[in-house]
């Protein structure tokens, strides 16, 4: 699954790195250990282009009669997306990328779950697959929500974890966000376990166990690669 993750790139800089044409809603803090119901940047396609926004990580329906009732999803299994009431629209017609500086996992230590940075190598953001919702409501303001898309682990997380999130290189992206692409088991083949040499982990500061630490020390790690 992906229940942390970093965020700590601007959004001048996540704009040049994802190529969008436009910005939507505020400047966000940056967050060393982003939690879920937290507002996350998120990149979608429309007709003008990519843009980047603002979204609740915690998917809610837009049938939902109250955005604060019924279940919030943060993740989407790759595998049952086709089937299910909820994501199968969405992988339609509402995809997104999620960016991340990277996420964590955890491993059981000998005291306290040892949590694990996983990152690219060359300390680039990652794209995390996901996909969104509005929800609409009576002289209310549309909430934007998304959740991030998992699949099974590489070999390199999988010693944490048996799930991550599903991770798209630059011709993937491309073909995640085109509104044009409809074919929902086409694009769900997209959404495979990373290559190894995609990611690295090592093992950072137990403090991360806590969703209200929040710094950049965090990530600053032991010196123990995973």
């Known amino acids: 699954m992906c229940g942390r993750f970093v965020s700590s790139t601007s959004r001048y800089d996540l704009a040049e790195r994802f190529g969008v044409t436009g910005t939507v809603g505020d400047a966000l803090a940056e967050s060393y250990n ?5 507002l996350v940047y998120a990149v979608a396609a429309g007709r003008r282009g990519r843009r980047l926004g603002n979204m609740h990580w915690g998917m809610v329906a837009s049938w939902s009669p109250a955005p604060d009732r019924g279940p919030r999803p943060i993740n ?11 994501f199968g629209p969405a992988l339609d ?4 990328v999620v960016p991340a500086d990277g996420f964590y996992e955890w491993r059981r230590g000998p005291v306290v779950r040892q949590p694990v ?6 300390g680039s953001v ?14 209310a303001q549309d909430i934007m929500s998304c959740a991030v898309i998992t699949t099974a682990a590489s070999s390199v997380v ?13 011709q993937a992206m491309a073909e995640w966000l085109d509104p044009a692409r409809t074919d929902g088991a086409a694009l769900a083949a997209l959404l495979g376990p990373a290559p190894d040499t995609a990611l690295v982990g090592r ?15 965090l ?8």
Request: charged share 20%; with cysteine; hydrophobic share 40%.
């Open 219 to 226: 990530i600053r790690g032991t010196g123990v690669i995973a």
């Open 126 to 139: 990652l794209a995390m697959a996901g996909l969104w919702a509005r929800w609409r409501g009576t002289g």
């Open 117 to 122: 940075l996983f990152s690219a190598p060359d």
């Open 158 to 170: 999988s010693p944490c974890h048996h799930r991550m999130p599903a991770l798209l290189d630059e």
């Open 34 to 38: 982003v939690a879920p119901g937290r």
């Open 93 to 96: 017609r509402r995809r997104c």
């Open 76 to 86: 989407a299994r790759a595998e049952n997306l086709t089937s299910s009431a909820l």
């Open 203 to 217: 093992e950072v500061d137990p403090l991360v166990n806590n969703a209200a630490n929040d710094c950049p020390e």
